[in-house]
């Protein structure tokens, strides 16, 4: 996608080095960070520099071919599985992490110049799927929809395009006249400071959402159709999304309003046979407690904004069952998460 008119991917390796958007700074400053070895590439995907499923899977790949590059003639396979199960302890969630980072490993006992083509390939087809995505999705949104949508899983989330918000920029592109609703997405923000920030930039309609908004305004009727992305998804259709999805799916059922989930098959992990396996991520609670952006003179505090003293649980990730979820829009289609998941799969 373009910033300031110039074509970026989310994340990308040129040499040995990983270079990506630096996340935590969006959107008060863009800027370019370089990774010069698989632990700083691995420090980025802890602290969220790079984040979204996608993102985090290709920026795995290419750490795994990292640690190819730079591994020592002594102790090579050690030094491997060491560095391999250090990527994959960054985050937990996430499947696409475990799917990339196997996918480098194992083109990498082949050889190093195989582990950077498959770290390469994984990207490009994080890329692709995406777009696909948009295709597919694009067909079910119509003319005048009015979207809500939670988290970020739009182009910073991949490598490009995004899953959830890839049907509405083709949506958007294709003239269709449509209005989102960006789920601001405490405590990190990823709506408000993520999806408006790439709404604006692609000039898609929108309006930022408390997380508590929802509801409310789908009880009015001001809601077509929710759309949000994935991070794992189960053998029998749950799904593992930013803390608040399950909530706002339960509310969409209640009120008969469309709930879809965006996700390429990256995305699917058929060893867990239901959302109850998927590992949940917990964060910090400085997460909760503080809030962090620029003051009025530009200058980025971090200021405290809960009563002092009191601790905060902080969950990334929840776990929406099956049968409040409409359909999953993948890159080979629609599918139905509570019938068809493990069949289409194996197709
Ligand atoms: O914690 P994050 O920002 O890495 O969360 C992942 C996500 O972006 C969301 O859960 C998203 O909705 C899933 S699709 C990338």
């Known amino acids: 996608m373009k910033v300031n008119g110039k074509e970026y991917r989310t994340v990308w390796m040129q040499g040995s080095s990983v270079f990506m958007i630096e996340q935590n700074l969006l959107p008060f400053e863009f800027r370019i960070i370089e990774c010069k070895n698989y632990?700083?590439?691995?420090?980025?995907?802890?602290?969220?520099?790079?984040?979204?499923?996608?993102?985090?899977?290709?920026?795995?790949?290419?750490?795994?071919?990292?640690?190819?590059?730079?591994?020592?003639?002594?102790?090579?396979?050690?030094?491997?599985?060491?560095?391999k199960l250090e990527i994959e302890n960054t985050r937990p969630t996430a499947q696409n992490l475990f799917y990339a980072v196997n996918r480098v490993y194992f083109a990498g006992l082949k050889s190093t110049i195989d582990a950077?083509?498959?770290?390469?390939?994984?990207?490009?087809?994080?890329?692709?799927?995406?777009q696909k995505i948009g295709e597919y999705g694009n067909e079910i949104i119509k003319d005048g929809f009015r979207i809500e949508t939670?988290?970020?899983?739009?182009?910073?989330?991949?490598?490009?395009?995004?899953?959830?918000?890839?049907?509405?920029?083709?949506?958007?592109?294709?003239?269709?006249?449509?209005?989102?609703?960006?789920?601001?997405?405490?405590?990190?923000?990823?709506?408000?400071?993520l999806t408006a920030w790439e709404l604006q930039n692609e000039n898609v309609p929108h309006v930022i959402i408390p997380d508590n908004?929802?509801?409310?305004?789908?009880?009015?009727?001001k809601i077509d159709m929710m759309i949000v992305g994935a991070d794992r998804i189960a053998a029998n259709g749950d799904v593992a999304n930013k803390i608040g999805t399950l909530e706002k799916a339960i509310v969409a059922k209640e009120?008969?309003?469309?709930?879809?989930?965006?996700?390429?098959?990256?995305?699917?992990?058929?060893?867990?046979?239901?959302?109850?396996?998927?590992?949940?991520?917990?964060?910090?609670?400085?997460?909760?407690?503080?809030?962090?952006?620029?003051?009025?003179?530009?200058?980025?505090?971090?200021?405290?904004?809960?009563?002092?003293?009191?601790?905060?649980f902080n969950p990334a990730f929840d776990v929406t069952p099956a049968k409040f979820i409409t359909g999953i829009i993948t890159e080979k289609g629609i599918i139905d998460a509570s019938k068809m998941v493990v069949e289409k799969i194996n197709n």
Request: proline share 5%; hydrophobic share 40%; aromatic share 10%.
């Open 39 to 83: 632990l700083e590439t691995c420090f980025a995907i802890k602290t969220m520099i790079v984040r979204g499923a996608g993102a985090i899977g290709a920026a795995a790949g290419f750490a795994m071919a990292q640690t190819f590059l730079h591994t020592p003639e002594k102790n090579k396979e050690d030094f491997l599985l060491k560095a």
């Open 116 to 130: 950077q083509h498959e770290a390469q390939q994984v990207a490009d087809d994080d890329a692709y799927t995406s």
């Open 150 to 193: 939670h988290c970020n899983a739009g182009w910073l989330a991949f490598v490009d395009f995004g899953t959830a918000l890839s049907p509405v920029y083709y949506a958007n592109c294709a003239g269709k006249n449509i209005f989102v609703y960006v789920d601001e997405t405490r405590p990190r923000s990823q709506g408000a400071r």
């Open 213 to 221: 908004a929802g509801a409310h305004l789908m009880s009015l009727g």
């Open 255 to 312: 009120y008969g309003i469309p709930f879809y989930i965006a996700a390429p098959f990256s995305t699917f992990d058929l060893k867990c046979e239901t959302g109850q396996n998927i590992p949940i991520e917990e964060r910090s609670e400085e997460e909760v407690l503080y809030q962090t952006g620029p003051d009025a003179e530009n200058i980025v505090r971090k200021i405290l904004v809960s009563a002092p003293g009191s601790t905060a």
